[in-house]
């Protein structure tokens, strides 16, 4: 008994040594640090450590004319619970909030100061008096299980502090490690090439962070071809991308013609016209995982052929992502597809996103969840599991159209089909009516299923109490179902 109760003990205090583990990055001195918050973090009650806060570009508008805001952010890795204490200097206080809010976290407020407990892992807003954009995100990462040395041949290794780099071309085989308190200026390219790992916690950043005189430094040629996007990926495999921090002026992520890509504990935020998150082209195999992405554009598309990518798109796989989107959609797929040599967009899989905004003025961009069939292209079995969509500010639940957007289609889509909702969430009053509308006779969408669809935390089902006989279910959603739309189905499952 005795040897059972030391052995308890034993383990209880190796699970204590474990969770007390938070490790903290000094940040270098750039135009970057954020320096009127100021954030603290501990472990139950040990002591506090301070946090350097960063400051990022979002769009607050952008229609008539651009206004750019500054939000903040700061990360740190940790295991267990912690405890955070933000002090803040935004006049009075009256209101707190931490988004997304199924986390369920509950603000103390002392005057200017906010303190809240955060579990590894979480990714979070915190957002005072209603102010969406001079916001903090905290970005509380899972520890690092293995980090290569400046040792290693095989890795390009960016230490902390400040780099120049121009834009690098990534060779197969080679890992690129960004530590924790480095800042990267530059841009990725990751071109016919295999077995290529990118990961850290630092910053890669398109904008200038120092006094341009400072020359680029590890600069390697690329084709002149190619778009200046952050990090671009094409006719590659087997890549992973873990734990960065991005600030783009172009898309964060293009990937084009590319297999077996993982992207995990990714971050990123956006304000110029275009710069999407991460756009998909053409690829098959890939994996987003642990993202929280704030874009001036379209958070996350996944295409058919555009420019020189070619070919259909399949197996995504898009699982705990926050996404905010200032500007057009969370999540677009289809659109660009090649008329000529149709492209099919399939088995694609999305669990346990959050949607914190959708906020776009023309009505053919909007959707927290938009497919928009184009180019003679096929989307078809995708699913859309586990979805929390908070209090968007302008925009549509989904979007589901087969179409011919002048703009960028050669053709009509050629379909939509079997598609499935589980367990999607909103609360809010600001979504506009949601649409459903196929083309043409031969062009249509078939069977799309809303399983446990709540909103506002009304169940909405085919046999639910209070309805009109006369009604469609869809009626209850704010979905307008038009023509050449068969299947639309609302079963409630317990």
Partial sequence: MNKFLALACAVVFLLKTVKAEIITYKAPESNLVNHTIKVDVRQGTGNWQPLDVYNADVAARFDTQRIIKKTAFTYFDCSGSVKLRVKLNLGNIKEVRIRPTAYGIKPEVKGNVVEFELSASQYVSLEVNGNIFENLQIFANPIE???????????????????????MVIPSGKTVYVAGGAIVEGSFVIDHAENVRICGRGILTQHPVQDDSVKPQNTTGTPSKLRNDHLIIQYSNTISIDGIIELPTGYSILMGESKHVKISNFKAFSSTGNADGIDIFCSQDIKLDHIYMRNSDDCIAIYGHRWNYYGNTS?????????????AHPLLIGTHGDTDH?????????????????????LDYQGCISLNAGDSNLIRNASFENVEIEDIRKGQLFNLRVMYNRKYNTSPGLGIENILFRNVNYNGTRANMSVIAGYDDKRGIRKVIFENLKINSTLIFDKMPG??????????????????????????KD
């Avoid at 290794?157 to 780099?165: A, L």
């Fill in 342 to 362: 149709p492209d099919t967009l399939q088995n694609i899989r999305v669990q346990n996103m959050t949607v914190l905004d959708h906020n776009e003025n023309q």
């Fill in 467 to 492: 309805k009109p006989g006369f009604y469609k279910t869809s009626d209850m959603a704010n979905i307008f179902v038009g023509e050449h739309v068969d299947g639309v189905q609302f079963p409630r």
């Fill in 145 to 167: 299980s293995s980090r290569p040395t400046k040792a290693d041949a095989q890795t390009l290794y960016f230490g902390p502090g400040i780099h120049k780099i121009g834009r």
């Fill in 315 to 327: 197996d995504i796989t898009v699982n705990n992502a926050i996404l905010w989107a200032d500007v």
